[in-house]
């Protein structure tokens, strides 16, 4: 039998799946489906494993020993869930809902797993935590400098003459969306200051010094006016920057300045995607500004992708409250050190791996005294850590649907099995957690179906289409720019190119979706070192070496490579502490973008080599 799934990973590509259920399950990528495109990525190998596996917990887990060590206490669902609604009884009457933190983010992004718990949190009005983690900034300066973040339909990938992928990897982050650029006609660019698998598979890879980026696009808009495109306001800004000058701050030739430019000139349906990895610095939303004003002067703003909004109604599936205040993620152990928090309750999110500063993190959660709840498939780094762990549900174990924060389409989620023991899909933890507090809105036990429905009929679906087809195209939000260049000059003046060595960068890794799986196999957790900055230190492929800085040190094996320059070294995120000892986020800074939401600078780690 056939079912319709869509895959909820955090995800540009946000792919409709068919599951065959046999004697065995079997996942495809949708034909149908114009972006999926039939086939589906090297991480969806783990899906059934992941729905399949021993490792899954099945049972709800108390602690009984030290915190952090990993020993717990089986108990039923219903002795979890009376334990989780005291506790929080007991915090409301205590200390009032701002000592209760959900600590929640895009580990399933399909719209009620994401959405629904939000009721339940607003209606108690607790903190709420402010997602700063990945494309925050570029997004605010986006909205700051043109009005909107969401830009052009990548479909149109299809029909485009040239296409720049600026700061993203997408031969391994967003492999359709790649594959899409590959099959057409436009002549593909990578600006990237590493040798990725896309800067190899491009017609054009632009190696330009880490975090240059500024100084090439104003050496762009320099030629641009010398062939009569002018923006009034940036003329005294560009003035001096030649394709001399530019080619000496980016360490790129003159001529590959000059090729880039002429054909964002001359290219009739040019598309600048935009990643989310490189504006995770210090001037991250500096650079998403820079980057748009080439299109700006192009007079085709909308050009560019980054995020994507649709008529969905997000104060409908998570309810409403103004008067939540909010705590950021991207400095959250910061945050908790100013903070009395009396419980934490985790899902969707696994932060003792993917936020910075761990150390610290660690550190607060094993002194302090606060209740810890955890829902997830797997006893995670974070679920160690949980007073509670309640098993979640996999993607084949709800109904549920799922946009897209890149393409148009909706896609529906059949659920094929129930979830096995006691494991409970975070709709149903919600209701069931509602149901124990006695809480008595009736939004707070909307169905799965019910939700669904709405949706669909909101958005004008053709319901029988949806369930014929398993996805349905959706209206993008149209865009009014309101251009304002005025800050973005101000911000330049600011900016300064910091050459301090040794750069860290903690990139996405091809096999991961961040830090899912990466229990069910081998990660990859060696650091990139380029050939010449090892031969200085001595340093061989293989060695182990220590990286420290303020934030703690870790030890390390070295894989030596010319895909990372000098100056620069990569660890990929997502590895688990609790296998491997350490991961990056132990030494990763926890500084944030204050211009731009506070969102995270991750990218902005320095470390210091010391041979053990
Ligand atoms: N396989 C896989 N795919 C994923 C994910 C996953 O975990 N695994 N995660 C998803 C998520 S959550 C996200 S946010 C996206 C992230 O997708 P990407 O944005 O593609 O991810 P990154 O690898 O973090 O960074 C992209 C590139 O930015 C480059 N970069 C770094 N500094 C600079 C700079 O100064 N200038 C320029 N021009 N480039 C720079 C890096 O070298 C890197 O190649 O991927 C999504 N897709
Ligand atoms: N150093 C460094 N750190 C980074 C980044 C980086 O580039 N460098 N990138 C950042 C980025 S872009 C992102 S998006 C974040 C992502 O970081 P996280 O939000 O922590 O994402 P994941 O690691 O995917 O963890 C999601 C967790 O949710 C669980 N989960 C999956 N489905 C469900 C479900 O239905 N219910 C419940 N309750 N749980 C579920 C998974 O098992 C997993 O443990 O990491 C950030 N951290
Ligand atoms: S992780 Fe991304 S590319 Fe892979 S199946 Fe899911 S949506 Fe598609
Ligand atoms: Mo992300």
Redesign the pocket.
């Known amino acids: 039998m056939d079912y319709f799934s869509a895959c909820p ?4 590509d946000s792919c409709a799946i068919i599951t065959r259920v046999n004697e065995k399950i079997k996942i495809s990528g949708n034909k149908e489906h114009p972006i999926t495109s039939g086939f589906l ?3 969806s190998k783990y899906f059934v494993p992941a729905h399949l596996s021993e490792k899954r917990l099945k049972v709800p887990l108390i602690r009984k020993g030290k915190r952090g060590d990993g020993n717990f206490k089986e108990i039923d669902l219903d002795q979890a869930l009376n334990i989780i609604s005291d506790k929080i009884n007991f915090i409301l009457k205590e200390y009032g809902p701002d000592h209760i933190l959900p600590v929640e983010y ?1 580990g399933n992004r399909s719209l009620i797993s994401y959405n629904f718990p939000q009721r339940f949190f607003n209606y108690l009005g607790t903190l709420k935590l402010k997602h700063s983690m ?2 925050e900034s570029g997004g605010l300066a986006l909205n700051d400098l043109i009005g909107t973040s969401t830009g052009i339909d990548p479909e149109k990938i299809k029909d485009s003459d040239l296409i720049v992928y ?5 031969a ?4 359709h969306g790649w594959a899409m650029a590959k099959n057409s006609k436009a002549k593909i660019y990578v ?4 040798k ?1 698998e ?2 190899k598979g491009a017609d054009r890879h632009i190696k ?1 010094k ?4 500024v100084y090439l696009v104003l050496g762009i808009l320099n030629h641009f006016s010398k062939n009569g495109l002018k923006i009034k306001k940036l003329e005294n800004v560009i003035m001096d920057y030649d394709l001399k000058k530019t080619s000496e701050l980016t360490n790129i030739n003159e001529n590959e300045i000059k090729e880039l430019a002429d054909d964002l000139l001359q290219a009739k349906n040019p598309i600048i995607h935009m ?4 504006q ?2 210090r001037y991250g939303g500096l ?1 998403i500004k820079a980057i748009e004003t080439v299109l700006i002067t192009l007079n085709k703003p909308g050009n560019f992708i980054y995020d994507a909004k649709h008529k969905i109604d997000f104060d409908y599936l998570r309810g409403k409250n103004d008067h939540r205040k909010v705590v950021n993620q991207a400095n959250l152990a910061r945050e908790l050190e100013k903070l009395d928090i009396k419980m934490l309750f985790i899902y969707n999110t696994n932060p003792l791996v993917s936020l910075p500063n761990q150390n610290l993190l660690r550190k607060i959660l094993m002194e302090r005294d606060i209740f810890i709840v955890v829902h997830d498939l797997f006893l995670t780094d974070t679920a160690r850590f949980a007073d509670i762990v309640i098993p979640a549900a996999s993607f084949f174990e709800y109904n549920d649907i799922v946009d897209s924060y890149y393409h148009d389409y909706i896609n529906i989620n059949q659920k094929i099995f129930d979830p096995p023991g006691f494991a409970i899909s975070n709709h149903d933890l919600f209701v069931k957690l509602a149901y124990k507090m006695n809480l008595k809105d009736k939004f707070l036990f909307e169905t799965e179906n019910e939700i669904i429905n709405r949706i669909i009929s909101d958005l004008g679906i053709d319901s029988n289409e949806l369930y014929k087809k398993g996805f349905a195209k959706i209206e993008r939000q149209v865009n009014d720019f309101k251009i304002n260049m005025d800050e973005f000059i101000q911000e330049l003046k600011n900016f300064k190119l910091e050459e301090k060595k040794f750069r860290l ?10 830090s ?1 799986f990466n229990n069910l196999y081998e990660f990859d957790t060696a650091l990139r070192m380029n050939v010449k900055d090892a031969e200085s230190y001595s340093i061989k492929s293989g060695d182990e070496i220590i990286l420290e800085n303020e934030y703690g040190s870790i030890k390390t094996k070295v894989i030596l490579t010319d895909s990372v320059p000098e100056g620069v070294l ?1 660890i990929y ?2 590895s688990w502490p609790s296998i491997n000892g350490w991961n990056v986020n132990f030494i990763v800074s926890d500084d944030v973008q204050k211009d731009y939401g506070n969102g995270t600078a991750l ?1 902005s780690t320095y470390v210091n080599i010391r041979i053990p």
Not at 172 to 175: F, G, S
Not at 191 to 194: T, W, Y
Not at 210 to 213: G, L, M, Q, R
């Open positions: 990973k955090d995800c540009f990525c090297l991480k895009a990945c494309d600026w700061g993203i990897n997408p391994w982050t967003n492999v600006v990237d200051p590493l990725t896309s800067a330009l880490i975090e240059s980026d990643g989310y990895g490189f995770r610095s650079f960068l903690s990139l996405t890794h091809i096999q991961g979706i961040t899912q990569l995120k997502g990218n």
